[in-house]
């Protein structure tokens, strides 16, 4: 059997840089399994913070320790944002391991695409819907997603002009009332993510999330249990055992994600079948709303006092590593984590194969 090569893409001009690492590292792990150890030979490819590409020994340090190269360590012989661009032809499937904007957005697979190679995950659309919640809420509710109330913003209306910046307060104030969640619209891992409880902490949360990005979401809060469905497919996608978080912060932020110990996971959830069901059949109805291939993983709030299940958003490149929830959920439905690489780049190859 010939060894197919993958090149695994990681890093990236992201918030999130640090987290696509940790998956790689994780998803590097699985493709030098028993299993898969004589089907695929793994090439890393990392995208620096600051956007340039390193190919060669450097990734796979990378990959080893399982740190990022600081701003400051940046390389690259000349200023080109492309640094050591790859030799597509040296590749023969594209694994983009990459969270939030510049990877996760549409924007490398938009590159991959038009390089005509076999990627993982979703395309251009999936990608670049699944990644802005403006245009994930607006698919979302075409296909009778019920959600939170939202607001969506543009940075303009912050930082330009000092007369609309009261008036968009007060209508967010009347419309949505608090606490609200104030959202970069294009980030990931709560990167960004205010809660406001007065006037004053939503103009600071305004304020912070504009720096991230030029669109902003804000959305009343609720109170609510937080539970999750993993999908996996193309055309005709499957939605994993419902899993649930638990944590005693005030809400799931980047910390409560990232430090060991602070949140917990429940798969299967405690709640009812119907529960399930409903929020199995939501997670499929998201994915194929904003035409994700491969895999996403849906993220729900669960108001127990109602009975009411709202989509809170999607994730065409959730969290990757040994203990994220998209692995642990399908490992509770049979599949492993090296079958589970194993069969995303079969379903990279079916999509590659099918025509436009
Ligand atoms: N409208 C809301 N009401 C209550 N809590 C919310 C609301 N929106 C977000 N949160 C809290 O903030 C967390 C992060 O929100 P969200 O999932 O939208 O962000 P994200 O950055 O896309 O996260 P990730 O991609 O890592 O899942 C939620 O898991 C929840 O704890
Ligand atoms: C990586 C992070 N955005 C997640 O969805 O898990
Ligand atoms: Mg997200
Ligand atoms: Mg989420």
């Given at each position: 059997m010939t060894t197919m090569r993958i090149g695994l893409l990681f890093g990236g001009r992201s918030g999130e840089h640090e987290v696509s690492i940790s998956s790689a590292r994780a998803i590097a792990r699985a493709l030098a399994a028993e299993e898969n150890a004589s089907k695929y030979e793994v090439l890393p490819f990392y995208i620096q913070k600051n956007g340039r590409w390193l190919s060669g020994t450097l990734p796979q340090q990378i990959l080893a320790s399982g740190k990022p190269l600081e701003i400051e360590e940046q390389t690259g012989q000349?200023?080109?944002?492309?640094?050591?661009?790859?030799?597509?032809?040296?590749?023969?499937v594209w694994f983009p391991v990459l969270h939030g904007p510049?990877?996760?957005?549409g924007t490398v697979q938009g590159l991959l695409k038009l390089m005509q190679v076999p990627f993982v995950g979703s395309g251009v659309l999936g990608s670049a819907i699944g990644m802005d919640k403006i245009a994930m809420k607006m698919a979302f509710a075409q296909a009778g997603l019920p959600q939170v109330k939202y607001i969506a913003v543009n940075r303009s209306e912050i930082w330009s002009n000092p007369c609309v910046f009261p008036k968009l307060c007060d209508k967010i104030e009347a419309d949505l009332g608090y606490p609200c969640f104030v959202k970069p619209a294009n980030l990931g891992s709560s990167v960004g993510i205010s809660k406001a409880r007065s006037r004053a902490e939503l103009e600071a949360a305004l304020d912070s999330a504009a720096s991230y990005d030029r669109r902003i979401i804000v959305e009343a809060g609720v109170v609510a249990r937080e539970l999750e469905c993993a999908v996996l497919g193309n055309d005709n996608p499957k939605a994993s055992t419902v899993g649930e978080i638990t944590f005693q912060s005030d809400f799931y932020d980047y910390e409560t994600k990232y430090t060991l110990g602070q949140a917990d996971c429940s798969i299967p959830a405690k709640v009812s079948s119907a529960i399930v069901s409903q929020i199995q059949e939501m997670a499929v109805q998201a994915f194929l709303a904003v035409d994700a291939a491969g895999l996403a993983r849906v993220d729900f709030f669960y108001i127990e006092s109602t009975g009411e299940v709202l989509i809170n958003e999607i994730n065409t490149f959730p969290g990757f590593t040994a203990t994220s929830m998209y692995p642990q959920m399908w490992a509770a439905d049979g599949i492993s984590f090296p079958e589970l690489v194993d069969r995303l780049i079969q379903l990279a190859l079916e999509r590659h194969g099918e025509k436009g």
């Open positions: 000349d200023d080109s944002p492309a640094g050591q661009f790859p030799n597509f032809n040296a590749v023969d510049n990877g996760e957005d």
